[in-house]
């Protein structure tokens, strides 16, 4: 190899050594073999050469090519290896670390009550009902036995709407859920199962009344219904709600014009801490009764073969007892904050509590 190829050979080796990424390495590449390359120049020049002299340069040139190819290839492998390592090092990642915290949502403890009393009342064979916000007066209250006159429709602070529906009747947001039972007696034939929480609205605005709340009501018509059985089922659920086994349950004689016998149903607790169950005192907790015979009539089903209990409670109240919770007025305030303390798991199921 002539001293000016050997010299070509030796620089380029070096230029590769020097190139220490993609771009430098191609610039070497290409001012050695790229078209107006170094050894391109060359055997370029090689035409100008005598027959013999060419031979010889030719060959040796050729050789110098091959050799400088595979220099160039190698450096490229070299540092694309390089490359991919430093690459492997950077990207590096510990697949043992803890996921970041997702945030999710909560259900708020209005929903959570209702999700309960689904469970318990669904594990007890009842189905659920729902019926509209908006009432007439008929469903609300006559069919209830609730005639025109009578106190319990100024009790109840009635939001009265303008005008009529199609049946001509007035109007109302529902001031109680006891409504649904109307309808579910009106479209199904019994036996009837079922309960229906829901949204209910009173004109009444104060500490611990909003004007917009929620109350589930219970219904149950069948053969030979008695108040054994109301008393039992509600007894049940409220030991199951509240999770609380021996949780003291009272009957209370009272009166609703849609039962009769009408009971109210009082749970044992402490006054002083608030804390249910034994304490010796008293906490009325919802209303209840064997359905009256003139609603039965009133929904078309024959008081003389079916009879049936019903029960009505404010979820808000009760969902308060059973957490502690001392407000009533940041259940509707869609504060972030209340909600992360008070609020519940999604993906944590509803738990029965034994003997439900
Ligand atoms: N509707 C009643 C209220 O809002 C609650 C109630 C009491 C419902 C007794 C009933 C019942 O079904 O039998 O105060």
């Known amino acids: 190899m002539t001293d000016d190829l050997s010299r070509l050979k030796a620089e380029t080796e070096a230029a590769l050594a020097a190139a220490t990424d993609l771009r430098a390495w191609d610039a070497v590449r290409v001012g050695v073999l790229g078209k107006n ?7 370029k020049e090689l035409g100008k050469l005598a027959p013999d002299e060419r031979r010889e340069r030719g060959a040796a040139l050729n050789l110098l090519r091959d050799a400088l190819n595979g220099a160039v290839e190698a450096r ?7 490359e991919m390592e430093a690459r492997l090092g950077r990207e590096r990642m510990d697949v043992t670390l803890p996921p970041r915290p997702r945030p999710t949502g909560l ?5 959570r009550t209702m999700e309960e009393m689904a469970a318990i009342f669904g594990a007890m064979g009842f189905g659920i009902a729902e019926g509209p916000d908006v009432e007439d007066d008929w469903r609300n209250f006559g069919a209830l036995n609730i005639p025109a006159h009578h106190p319990a429709r100024q009790d109840m602070d009635t939001f009265y709407l303008p005008g009529t529906d199609d049946e001509g009747r007035q109007r109302v947001l529902r001031t109680h859920t006891s409504p649904v039972q109307v309808r579910t007696m009106l479209n199904q034939p019994p036996p009837i199962r079922v309960i229906v929480p829901g949204r209910t609205y009173r004109a009444d605005h104060d500490a611990t009344h909003s004007p917009m709340f929620h109350q589930v009501e219970g219904l149950v018509i069948d053969r030979d219904i008695t108040l054994g059985h109301l008393k039992g089922c509600l007894i049940d659920f409220l030991r199951a709600f509240f999770g609380i086994t021996n949780l003291p349950v009272r009957f209370r004689s009272s009166y609703f014009p849609f039962t009769e016998p009408s009971m109210e149903v009082d749970i044992g607790w402490n006054r002083k801490t608030g804390e249910l169950g034994g304490g010796g005192d008293w906490l009325e907790i919802l209303g209840s009764g064997m359905v009256h015979p003139k609603v039965l009539a009133n929904c078309g089903i024959d008081p003389r073969e079916w009879q049936g209990f019903a029960f009505g409670m404010g979820i808000e109240r009760v969902t308060m007892l059973k957490h502690g919770m001392p407000d009533l007025r940041p259940f509707y305030e869609s504060d972030i904050r209340w909600l992360r303390h008070y609020g519940f798991n999604p993906l944590a199921p509803v738990m029965l509590h034994e003997g439900v």
């Open 37 to 43: 390359g170094r050894l391109t120049g060359l055997l």
């Open 107 to 111: 259900i708020h403890p209005i929903s």
């Open 76 to 82: 490229k492998q070299a540092l694309e290896a390089a």
